[in-house]
């Protein structure tokens, strides 16, 4: 057995310390103190230096993966975000092996995944949300000033987070829609595309002229400037109804809006209508007629009355 004293002398204090520790022990003249200062020294040199490059250099490349694929500056955010989160996580790993503190890494990284199960199990739906939201970033199935429609519900998008997407519906309420409920029924974008089909059907009379009455639905398409001639409009006998002839009328409009939609759709249909008036085209409502007799249960006490 190396006797103790020889230990001491053989292993010497400033043994192990780099170039700063060694400058520290001859200014403090304690080794043990000075390892300990040289060690958090190099933890945040290298911790800021990691950070400020990771920084520059993942956020620039995250950047410009999102620029290409041109989603929004908005909804850029969160995900730079996550991307800073990222880099800093990798800086304190960093930092912490090159400042020789492996074993509290090692513990600390213990404790974190225990956590993490922790948080998992209590925040499931948060968590949920979180990946859905991350689902619309990728997939891209509407942007910041689309309509959209689900479950019932529609509106313009104003905002996209992680968590939670903002619908301003057509009354002017604000919906705080969970990403979950957007990702994971159908969802309806009708101005994800550059032109929109609309349809109407116009209900005639079985005696009125089925050529007169498709010739008015087809110019008065041709007449609104709203209205595409390519693809141009057409018409399509589609429904034959108790008390009217139906007559689907499809047109075309570019770019979409829900003001479009309606304001279009609205003028269209009041100038159909009112040529239909002037050439006596009738736009027949449902009628009832009702057959058979009526008897009177106490008929003795009126015929007496008549008496």
Same mark, same amino acid.
């Not at 995944?113 to 619309?136: D, E, Y």
């Not at 313009?156 to 519906?169: M, P, Q």
């Not at 007169?212 to 057409?234: F, L, N, R, Y």
């Given at each position: 057995?190396i006797?103790?004293?020889?230990?001491?002398e053989?292993?010497?204090?400033?043994?192990?310390?780099?170039?700063?520790?060694?400058?520290l022990?001859?200014?403090i003249?304690?080794?043990?103190?000075?390892?300990t200062?040289?060690?958090?020294?190099?933890?945040?040199?290298?911790?800021?230096v990691?950070?400020?490059?990771g920084?520059?250099?993942?956020?620039?490349?995250?950047?410009?993966?999102l620029?290409?694929?041109?989603?929004?500056?908005?909804?850029?955010?969160?995900?730079?975000?996550?991307?800073?989160?990222?880099?800093?996580?990798?800086a304190?790993?960093?930092?912490?092996?090159?400042?020789?503190?492996?074993?509290?890494?090692?513990?600390?990284?213990?404790i974190?995944?225990?956590?993490?199960?922790?948080?998992?199990?209590?925040?499931?739906?948060?968590?949920?949300?979180?990946?859905?939201?991350?689902?619309?970033?990728?997939?891209?199935?509407?942007?910041i000033?689309?309509?959209?429609?689900?479950d019932?519900?529609?509106?313009?998008?104003?905002?996209? !987070?992680? #968590?939670? %997407?903002?619908?301003?519906?057509? &009354?002017n309420? +604000?919906?705080?829609?969970?990403?979950? /409920?957007?990702?994971?029924?159908?969802?309806?974008?009708?101005?994800?595309?550059?032109?929109?089909?609309?349809?109407?059907?116009?209900?005639?009379?079985?005696?009125?002229?089925?050529?007169?009455?498709?010739?008015?639905?087809?110019d008065?398409?041709?007449?609104?400037p709203?209205?595409?001639?390519?693809?141009?409009? !057409?018409? #399509?006998? %589609?429904?034959?109804?108790?008390? &009217?002839?139906? +007559?689907?009328?499809?047109?075309?409009? /570019?770019?979409?809006?829900?003001?479009?939609?309606v304001?279009?759709?609205?003028?269209?249909?009041t100038?159909?209508?009112?040529?239909?008036?002037?050439?006596?085209?009738?736009?027949?409502?449902p009628?009832?007629?009702?057959?058979?007799?009526?008897?009177?249960?106490?008929r003795?006490?009126?015929?007496?009355?008549?008496?």
């Amino acid at each position: 057995m190396i006797p103790l004293a020889l230990q001491a002398e053989g292993n010497g204090e400033g043994e192990g310390l780099g170039f700063v520790g060694q400058q520290l022990e001859t200014l403090i003249g304690d080794a043990s103190l000075a390892s300990t200062l040289e060690g958090a020294i190099v933890f945040v040199v290298t911790f800021l230096v990691v950070w400020l490059v990771g920084r520059q250099v993942i956020g620039r490349i995250v950047r410009r993966a999102l620029d290409r694929r041109e989603l929004d500056r908005h909804a850029q955010k969160p995900i730079l975000l996550l991307t800073r989160f990222g880099v800093a996580f990798l800086a304190i790993a960093i930092a912490f092996g090159a400042a020789g503190f492996g074993n509290f890494l090692v513990s600390m990284a213990g404790i974190a995944a225990a956590g993490a199960l922790a948080i998992g199990l209590a925040l499931q739906s948060v968590i949920a949300n979180f990946v859905a939201g991350v689902f619309i970033y990728t997939d891209k199935p509407f942007r910041i000033g689309d309509w959209i429609e689900w479950d019932g519900h529609s509106g313009v998008v104003e905002d996209i !987070s992680l #968590r939670v %997407t903002r619908v301003r519906t057509f &009354d002017n309420e +604000l919906l705080t829609v969970p990403n979950t /409920a957007l990702t994971g029924g159908v969802l309806k974008n009708p101005v994800d595309g550059d032109r929109l089909r609309l349809k109407f059907v116009f209900g005639i009379g079985y005696d009125d002229d089925i050529d007169k009455a498709t010739e008015i639905i087809v110019d008065e398409a041709q007449k609104h400037p709203d209205i595409m001639d390519d693809p141009g409009p !057409s018409v #399509r006998l %589609t429904e034959l109804n108790d008390s &009217d002839v139906g +007559l689907q009328s499809r047109i075309w409009i /570019a770019d979409p809006s829900r003001a479009d939609f309606v304001r279009i759709k609205g003028e269209y249909v009041t100038a159909v209508k009112q040529r239909f008036d002037e050439k006596g085209i009738d736009i027949p409502y449902p009628i009832r007629t009702l057959d058979g007799a009526i008897g009177l249960a106490d008929r003795a006490p009126l015929e007496a009355a008549d008496d």
